[in-house]
């Protein structure tokens, strides 16, 4: 707040002004904050402590879907070790995506960027098309299309590419289908930072003996790195969080610690507070990532 | 550094040419640049000199033509293989790298063992040492410009290229970088090709100046010679101001051409003209016209005309005077007597010159006055 009211006046303007102007001004940034705040308190903070507080509930004894309200740190211990390899599968599954997705996503962006022309307006309209269907039909229609039947797996099988004869209700549907879901949040972004970048920026590269490959890496590539650092948080964030992939795509066993969480809120009888623990350590986990991950590459000059 | 050619000597274009589709940017361009020279390509925008200037670098290839350095073709070859570098309008530093690391990345892509004390001494020549570890979006317009000369000079083209290097800069600053860049071009002995569509700056500066309209050079030489003797009206009327009439040339006296200008005589001398017979440009310099209340007797070049408005500048008192051919013509007078004429708007003045200081240029529509 304070520095909404110093980003309005010079500071040493505004102690030389009379004061009701200033609280005038520091009145209207309050209320025009509060709606947002209002949101944030009943839909997310609540929430969240609701959350907190389930997830240190214990069960009732005999009584499957009652809980008391206690500190119970067994549902956390049972998070961070029944768990684990779930936790582990998400976090690999999510940066394979993120990886993946990264490399389809720089190319298609660079090329929308400096060498789409007039299409390019027409690849952006591809890139947010898939928006306009829902994100579950969408991974339906993966499923399809990846099933034994289908013409993927078909080919592939000609080809004597497919060794174990499926792709579907494999680790590969699911960070295929990761990879799919999640391709705009990495496209967007980048071609957002690379069209931002001032093309004489990157002839002077070639002006000062840099050719085509140093050019791009030492001046094209860091300059859209504020762009690569929002498109992969974008993707791996809900990657890491998503089940509705593993759900329709993935194998039976082997799931990812999204689905644990489904399972455990909606078809568990009693599995509310691991539920909640689980979805506390994932955020945290994830908090933890990011932090070191834009501690490492993050370049707040070009934000 | 694979594919670099180091070329020594005058930079030559040879029949360049450029075209974009149907549009020619560039047309058919001959032009030698004498090594160690500050050269200026003049032009009102569009007019192809910044093409041209892109050609040298190998930002753009032409479309026919040769393009050299010395006895090198540079025809074709990259930007990153020829030894010539720009200072981009508005300066295209790289945003994410240090001013240092901005003014070292030419000497470290050539693998420069000297890079570092090569940085180090640009900087100081463009006396941005003490802010060598900002990132350029700390510093002001006119440092940025000064980064972005350091960056090109560090790698001692054989020729540096300026795309409107002051364009961005307030007034009083861009005096300031053109005294600066005339003080390092001398210092650093190299080839200047500074592109500009800033009349005055490209006087100031440059050795030899070439005027560019559509696409070709109309006129090239020193500042002086081109503003004393313009050998068209696109050149007449783009540098500095002009007092023209069409006029049609009736014959000669001695060394003059005599011509008629809407019913007055006026005389130019032969050497002065481009024209020797029909239709003719007729031309003065505001400065070269002498404004009077009586008409002076003898000279022959006189005309009358009405005064629109006079304006007291300090040095010099300018007029706008209203001519029998309906043109307004202006001329300035030095403020040399303790008591000037006055002069009042309505007030009938007789205009004289000396014949040897008018010009006559085709009148040639083919090039559209500015």
């Known amino acids: 707040m304070s520095g909404l009211a110093q980003v309005a006046g010079d500071p040493g303007v505004s102690r030389a002004a009379p004061a009701p102007e200033s609280t005038k001004r520091s009145r209207t940034a309050y209320l025009l904050l509060l709606p947002g705040a209002l949101w944030l308190g009943v839909f997310f903070v609540l929430p969240l402590v609701q959350l907190a507080s389930v997830s240190l509930q214990s069960r009732y004894p005999g009584f499957p879907g009652y809980y ?52 390019r307006n027409l690849m952006m309209i591809c890139v947010i098309a898939p928006f306009f269907t829902s994100f579950i039909l969408r991974t339906f229609a993966w499923s399809q299309i990846l099933a034994d039947e289908g013409w993927v797996a078909r080919t592939l099988d000609v080809l004597h590419l497919l060794p174990g004869g499926h792709i579907i209700n494999t680790p590969v549907a699911v960070v295929a289908g990761l ?44 300059m859209s790195m504020p762009g690569v650092l929002a498109g992969t948080l974008l993707t791996f964030i809900p990657a890491a969080g998503d089940f509705v992939n593993m759900e329709l795509l993935g194998p039976q066993r082997g799931k990812m610690v999204g689905n644990v969480i489904n399972d455990q809120f909606l078809a568990i009888p009693g599995g509310y507070p691991v539920a909640a623990a689980l979805s506390f350590t994932l955020m945290a986990a994830i908090l933890a990532m990011v932090f070191l991950y834009v501690r490492r590459f993050g370049t707040e000059e070009l934000v | 550094m694979a594919g670099f050619r180091e070329a020594r000597g005058d930079l030559r274009l040879e029949g360049v040419t450029k075209a974009f589709g149907d549009f020619t940017a560039v047309d058919d361009i001959d032009l030698t640049v004498p090594r160690g020279s500050f050269f200026a390509l003049l032009g009102p925008s569009g007019c192809g000199k910044t093409t041209t200037l892109r050609m040298v670098a190998g930002l753009e290839q032409p479309t026919a033509g040769r393009v050299m350095i010395g006895d090198t073709d540079l025809t074709g070859s990259r930007p990153y293989e020829r030894p010539v570098n720009t200072v981009f309008q508005s300066y295209a530093l790289f945003p994410h790298l240090t001013i240092r ?52 000079l560090v790698n001692h083209p054989e020729v540096l290229l300026l795309d409107e290097p002051l364009g961005a800069l307030d007034l009083k600053l861009r005096r300031e ?187 040639d529509d083919a090039v559209v006055p500015a």
């Open chain 1, 179 to 222: 990879t799919y879901n999640f391709l705009p949040f990495m496209v967007l972004p980048i071609y957002a930072s690379l069209e931002r970048a001032d093309p004489r920026v990157i002839e002077a590269g070639g002006d000062l003996y840099a050719n085509g490959f140093t050019t791009f890496r030492t001046v094209t590539l860091p």
């Open chain 2, 101 to 152: 690391d901005n003014v070292a990345f030419g000497p470290k892509r050539r693998k420069d063992k000297d890079a570092a004390r090569r940085t180090d001494e640009a900087l100081e020549l463009v006396q941005m040492t003490p802010l060598a570890g900002r990132k350029p979006a700390q510093l002001s317009g006119g440092q940025q410009q000064r980064v972005a000369l350091a960056r090109a």
């Open chain 1, 68 to 119: 008391y309200r206690d500190v119970n740190v067994e549902n956390y211990v049972s998070a961070l070790t029944d768990y684990a390899p779930h936790f582990a599968r998400s976090f690999l599954y999510a940066g394979l995506a993120t990886l993946l997705a990264f490399v389809v996503a720089y190319p298609l962006a660079y090329a929308m960027a400096f060498k789409a022309g007039r299409w």
């Open chain 2, 177 to 363: 970088m053109q005294v600066e860049l005339k003080r390092i071009q001398t210092e650093v002995g190299l080839t200047f090709i500074h592109v500009t569509h800033d009349q005055e700056e490209a006087m100031t500066m440059a050795d030899t100046v070439a005027v560019m309209n559509r696409g070709r050079i109309e006129q090239l030489g020193a500042p002086a010679s081109l503003y004393d003797l313009p050998r068209t009206r696109f050149v007449a009327n783009f540098l500095g101001q002009a007092n023209t009439g069409v006029g049609t040339i009736e014959g000669t006296d001695g060394d003059h051409l005599v011509a008629d200008v809407l019913g007055t005589k006026v005389r130019i001398l032969r050497s002065r003209s481009e024209v020797h017979e029909g239709q003719v440009l007729f031309g003065v310099r505001p400065e070269k016209v002498t404004v009077s209340r009586d008409q002076p007797a003898g000279v022959g070049n006189d005309v009358k005309g009405v005064v629109r408005d006079v304006s007291f500048l300090g040095v010099a008192t300018s007029y706008l005077v209203d001519m029998p051919s309906g043109a307004t013509w202006s001329c300035y007078e030095q403020n040399l007597d303790v008591d000037p004429i006055d002069l009042r708007p309505g007030d009938e003045v007789w205009l004289t010159w000396n014949p040897g200081h008018a010009f006559g240029v085709p009148v």
